[in-house]
């Protein structure tokens, strides 16, 4: 059996991720010397934590030793296996990732310009999300479609947002944009 593919793998694990409920996210797979690396990034709207995600590390090891042994999957002399979420520094792509990370700021580049903006809803079909700027005083909403989306990742924020700020991103897409 030949060395595992990313897609191989991804085919592999993808019923085991959404049986706890887990997108994945990415999976890289190296030739790494004697030993194979295997990183595996999950992510879910629960946000899985630590004991959820060494939980379905072990599953996924012994789903990878059963297959070697099956001989389905060859990683050569052995590998390691990393398992974790993506990150703030995950470009949002999908609109999973926007729904997931609405209330926080996320930097969007378009035309080589760079503007900061807090997430609010998005719309029924998930096409496009309320985006929530601060004028001095005043809040804007804006919406962006999501299929012209902008480079976007999520902002670290150190400072307390403006209980109004996020009250108008805990608001529905028709209650922000009315």
Do not use: C
């Not at 804007?140 to 299929?147: I, K, Q, R």
């Amino acid at each position: 059996m030949a060395f595992p593919t990313s897609e191989e793998l991804t085919a592999l694990i993808a019923p085991l991720a959404a049986s706890h409920h887990l997108d994945i996210e990415g999976l890289r797979v190296n030739k790494a010397g004697p030993k194979s690396a295997v990183a595996i990034k999950l992510d879910s709207d629960q946000r899985p934590d630590l004991d959820l995600l060494e939980v379905v590390s072990q599953e996924i090891g012994e789903l990878f030793d059963a297959a070697e042994a099956r001989g389905d999957l060859s990683f050569g002399a052995g590998y390691t296996l990393e398992v974790s979420t993506p990150g703030v520094d995950n470009p949002l792509t999908e609109p999973r990732h926007w729904r997931r990370n609405r209330g926080r700021l996320v930097a969007l580049t378009e035309d080589g310009k760079k503007r900061v903006a807090r997430i609010g809803a998005l719309n029924e079909d998930e096409t496009a999300v309320v985006l929530i700027t601060r004028n001095k005083k005043l809040l804007e909403v804006t919406v962006l479609e999501l299929a012209n989306s902008p480079q976007a990742v999520v902002e670290i924020e150190f400072a307390k947002p403006a209980q109004e700020e996020l009250d108008l991103a805990d608001s529905t897409f028709d209650e922000a944009t009315a």
